[in-house]
């Protein structure tokens, strides 16, 4: 993670601003990739060397070196040697240290030995080092504009990873952000919101109590490139910078280059039951990932929400993967606590891990390998309506 | 026949923490130090490294509890006797008098992780031993399958293997330990003066160990950073330098200073740069008298002119790492010990071990170097068939390296722990050994203020027990 001292930002009241590139960074942020460019094929330590001195053109100190930063991680490097390293350090350092000899004699000796000039024995004595190793273009060259938003993207997480608590206020994606909260050890509690996406998410450590500790600091950073695929997002983090506990304000809008694209759906399953629905039920809305529910200490994450377009009726449809008797017992049970009667089960069942019965409920469809879209609408319509 | 009273609290381990849950109507553990109320979770929270002082807490107050933090021990397997000299025996005590819980100072080369194998053994529990480097786990590795009959975890370089006996890196602890925390009885820190300074405390913050034992050869003498060392470790129990055993348990040492002067071209530049810097820099001191380095470092970096100054100072100290008269004084020295002796040459930075490694051809011994080639490389060196090697890090901490005569100090830039550490290198006793360390400093620089006082940590102390 980037160290304080990088990170671009400048202190209003109790806020923090992060100092986020824009199209005027464009024209020095060309300059500093075509300087990259220009040292494809030669050592590393001598492109470090260069970008250690001003651009040619007017570039601000901080954004420039965190963009090197980025740069540096996107960039490759790539070995040339006619013999492994190795085993000319081997040979070169063993030879040197059998018998005191000048430089020139042991070096002359040993590529004699090995086949190979002088020139190339030495510059392949090294030539595995990350200093001596050749800049290689990536596969991808990024445009200015790209490289702006990456280090936009890395000025976030650097000031995120500084916090201890984030409150987001988002539609859409929020299954992502609290899948990515549970496993790396955060804690998600979820406030109330109107709407049919909406979810307001309050995600900290478990330390947020005591301290600020890195390893949840991380792990909060890493939701930042998640909310770029929310429809629309607010967020507000509480951050240690420059010995001042400040606040952070990141939304939807903001130039933050974009994680790996979620998926649209978590199975084959999920997809074709969207469809099959959609084409069955042509007077019901299928929203995928609706916002979630909590239900006591845990969050519900229903698969999908079904509102009929005229009269406003909504269910809730949840798809079990593996489970047992006691698991939908727990689930039925948890339903109730959160007084969610409009949530339908549907329960595959030939993933039956302990092969016992099912609870009896009306509220469950049983399935084999394709969900009937047709016995959904069915349930939804005969059901009356309970209050959501 | 007496009843049996109901817990009036249930503690649990979560994720680095201790929740107090099915609390008792009449219980508020607000009051017990380092609780807090969560309402995340509607329960009461302490980090788990209170976990002990939490249950004698409970105690003391008559209050039955149940205790579901620990997770059921895999089995131990035996160890081997391991004989220890007088002065580990009465470290090993001073540790157990001191709880089990306490830091041991001992110098470089005096045998710190064989106290550390007598003292799991002699707790006879499931621990888990801290080391910074990946380098250092394989050598751990090596030394406790040595002693130890049973499985041995490991934590780092790539591996996750889980055992009753483990060890792990500092980098894995801090990523894992909110898994492992509930798991071993007893931490065992080598190099435990990296921690304390905030960075990657938590590993030891979210272990429920009651038993610990620090390990180092050179203790932080930053008050604040000490005493966190204490509330995460434990207070040191006993403590050794180098000029205390020097000549008995280690091989006595002399130290030669050589002051070189630059060229009239290195001076030239060294000048230059140094007024740009000392501009800037007594600007600083004056608007700021007390301020620390890293203060003015960081306020430096704010403006053109404090860059400058930074670059500029940057650039004296890496012409003074390695100057003509180093590389000439390197080579006459190199030469007259080819013959008779195994040396050390110890650098400030890397680039500078390259190029002694280039010029002088020895080899280097730096992070760039992959760990099987380093593993060949010492043994080379043990053999003999290396004479010399070249570092300015990996050598200074932890590894075991064999048995050398000479170091060669052409930088440092770590000031008296690094100093330490790198004379202990030398150090390892043998029949009529006296082992030699050249330092070489350029006259006229900052390099000598800087060697003037890295030498104060070899003094003699004495031993302190609890």
New interface residues.
Partial sequence: MLPE?LLPCSIHGNVVLPHFLGEHDHPWLRVLLEEYGRFVGRRQRELDERL?APLPCASP?AKRRIAIHVLARHWGTRRIATIPP?RV??A???E??RA?AE?AA??ASVAGTLGVTVTEL?EA??AD???ERLVAAPAEVLSPGELALRTNLAIGQGLLFRSTAVLIDMEGNARAVVRHAKLR?L?C?ILPREGERRAAL?I????A??RR???YGRALSEILPLLAWCHRFRLQADCAVRGQQLTLRLASGDPIFPGKAPRLYDSKLEERFARDFGRVAPDWDVVREPEPVQAG?TLIFPDFALRHRGDGRRWLVEIVGFWTRDYVERKLALLRVAGLSNLVLCIDESRNCADTALPSSSRIILFRRRLDATAVLRLIEQEPQAPG | MPVARLPSVLLLFDRGTILLRDLDPGFDPSAIPGVLWDPRVQAYRTPAYRHEALRRELTRRGLPFSDDVRLPQPPLGSWSPIELRPYQEAALWAWELAQRRATVVLPTGSGKTRLALAAMARAGSSALCLVPTRILLAQWLHHIGRTYAGPIGCYGDGAHELAALTVATFESAYRHMDRLGNRFDLLVIDEAHHFGCGLRDEALEMSIAAARLGLTATPPRDAAVAERLVELVGPIAYELTIGDLAGSFLSSFDIITLHLDLTAAERQAYEGWMTTFRTVHAQFRRVAPGASWEDFARAAARTVEGRRALEAFRRARRLTAFTEAKREMLRVLLRRHFHEARVLVFTADNESAYAVAREHLIMPFTCDIGRKEREEVLARFREGALRALVSARVLNEGIDVPDADVAIIVGGALGQREHVQRVGRLLRPREGKRALVYELVSRKTTEVRLARRRRAGLAPRGAAAV
């Fill in positions: 001292a250690r100190p190795r350090r081997a070169v350092f063993g040197a240290a005191y430089r042991v070096v030495t004595l090294f080092l990350p200093g050890g804690i509690a309050e900290s450590g478990p330390y109590l005591f500790t890195l390893v200490a």
